[in-house]
Each structure stands twice: as C-alpha cells, then as structure tokens.
C-alpha cells in the first residue's frame, strides 16, 4: 500500500503543477484543463480510499514518509 500511496501522490502532485502552471499562463485549451483536473480529482479519490481502508484495518502507515 505505501508504494501505491507513495505514486499516487507524486502522480497529483504532479497534476498540481501542470494544472498551476496551465492557469498561471493562461495558455491551456479548456477541454485539456478539465480533463486534467479530473485526473487529479479521481486520484484524490483513490488517495482517499487507501487512506480510510489503512484506517479501518488499523493498520498504521506513514503516507507522508517518503523513506521508505
């Protein structure tokens, strides 16, 4: 679970900053932009999964350590 966290996490990362980036400029299309933006929400979607069912096992992992 903590590696697929882990590249969850860079991908909406990364999605963040090309989004930003897109709307900083103001050169996108529109129909890039929302499919981007999509993207980026249906992974917080799958972060948010991860993180209630590592939850509900009681099963602690530290999302936010990048060591491992």
Do not use: P, W
């Not at 996490?9 to 129909?31: A, Q, S, V, W």
């Not at 590592?54 to 350590?65: A, G, M, P």
């Amino acid at each position: 679970r903590r590696v697929l966290f882990r590249s969850l996490k860079k991908e909406h990362t990364r999605l963040d900053n090309e989004i930003d980036k897109m709307e900083k400029t103001g050169h996108f299309e529109d129909l890039k932009l929302t499919q981007l933006k999509k993207q980026r929400l249906a992974i917080r979607d799958q972060l948010t999964a991860l993180y209630k069912r590592q939850y509900e096992d009681r099963e602690y992992v530290d999302f936010d350590d990048d060591r491992r």
